[in-house]
Nanobody, 115 residues
Framework: QVQLVESGGGLVQAGGSLRLSCAAS????????MGWYRQAPGKQRERVAT???????NYADSVKGRFFISRNNAKNTVYLQMNSLKPEDTAVYYC?????????WGQGTQVTVSS
């Protein structure tokens, strides 16, 4: 069984920071590229950031320079450090493989940025 459990979301003021965590189980974590995705109300789910097994990172233009993805293979965990948060970052954030598997979506973690 594959489980991806997101945590670390919450309510933060614009300009603030949050660090999200994604704990993976039932997967050979170290060989998979991993990503963070988000879905805001009324919008499609979008890819925010990815990190390959070789720790090469890519970011959506909307978060570039503000968000940073990293991974700890020993802990089967991927992180998303979010800085200089904006109200438009408000969304439910999910982790998944890259490309994502429809079978792996978890509950996500809510990030709300107030203005």
């Amino acid at each position: 069984q594959v489980q991806l459990v997101e945590s670390g979301g919450g309510l933060v003021q614009a300009g603030g920071s949050l660090r999200l965590s994604c704990a993976a189980s039932g997967i050979i974590f170290s060989i998979n590229a991993m990503g963070w995705y988000r879905q805001a109300p009324g919008k499609q789910r979008e890819r925010v950031a990815t990190v390959t097994s070789g720790r090469i990172t890519n970011y959506a233009d909307s978060v570039k320079g503000r968000f940073f993805i990293s991974r700890n293979n020993a802990k089967n965990t991927v992180y998303l450090q979010m800085n200089s948060l904006k109200p438009e970052d408000t969304a439910v954030y999910y982790c998944n493989t890259v490309p994502p598997s429809d079978h792996y979506w978890g509950q996500g973690t809510q990030v709300t940025v107030s203005s």
